[in-house]
């Protein structure tokens, strides 16, 4: 089973064909080190240029970010926030 939080990165990164390695981790054993990239041990962690991004909305908008094209969202402000409103619903 995929946490909904980490399901939000893996449909970013699918929708945009980003290249990834993609890790599960085991929530109920999760690695030392991996506290390192999250204080709080919560997925997802999306590593980057040499850094890292977690909080699942925040690793979203960074995808989206990092990598504008194709854009996920539209440009007009009201039709982007419905989208991310289905967007949120979808990844609950």
């Not at 449909?11 to 991996?34: E, Q, T």
């Not at 040499?50 to 909305?57: A, I």
Request: proline share 8%; aromatic share 10%.
């Amino acid at each position: 089973r995929t946490c909904p939080y980490a399901q939000r990165a893996r449909l970013i990164i699918a929708a945009k064909g980003i290249s990834a390695d993609l890790v599960n981790v085991d929530l109920n054993k999760k690695p030392d080190h991996f506290f390192d990239l999250n204080p709080y041990g919560e997925v997802p962690v999306v590593l980057h240029n040499g850094g890292h991004v977690y909080e699942s909305l925040i690793a979203a908008e960074y995808l989206e970010e990092a990598f504008p094209d194709p854009p996920l969202f539209a440009k007009e402000a009201l039709v982007r926030a419905n989208e991310r409103i289905y967007f949120n619903h979808a990844t609950k």
